[in-house]
């Protein structure tokens, strides 16, 4: 077992001595076939990136204007939805924590219905 450990220790050490310093910044070497490396992926995130963003977030919009244009569906009593067994420990017990009065139906229909 201990001339294991002096074999490993032995290993290191020799591995430890024979390592090249690196530079006393942390830069890269200047030169050869990566350098500008930097500047490219700059570049592509204002150019491609930015674009894409912006494409995909009226591509949102648009989807989301135009789903609030489609009329609320019709309010049908099903017995085996909004089954209320014990009421919410908030406010009425009846509205959920996320409740939208213009979407969400309570058991007895929507709250803003037109009567």
């Known amino acids: ?10 290993s290191v050490r020799s591995r430890l001595q024979f390592t090249p310093a690196r530079p006393a910044s942390g830069a890269a070497p200047a030169g050869g076939e990566h350098s500008g490396g930097m500047d490219l992926w700059k570049k592509m995130s204002v150019f491609v990136a930015l674009p894409a963003l ?3 977030m ?29 009421g ?12 939208n009065k213009h979407i969400n ?11």
């Open 1 to 10: 077992m201990a001339t294991m450990l002096n074999v490993l220790r032995t």
């Open 54 to 56: 912006t494409v995909c």
């Open 58 to 86: 009226l591509n949102a919009y648009l989807k989301e204007k135009e789903h609030h244009e489609h009329p609320r569906p019709e309010f049908l009593p099903y017995a085996h939805l909004r089954i209320r067994s014990k």
């Open 88 to 99: 919410f420990p908030w406010g009425d017990g009846q509205k959920s924590a996320f409740h």
């Open 105 to 115: 139906a309570l058991p007895d229909g929507y709250e803003d219905a037109e009567e």
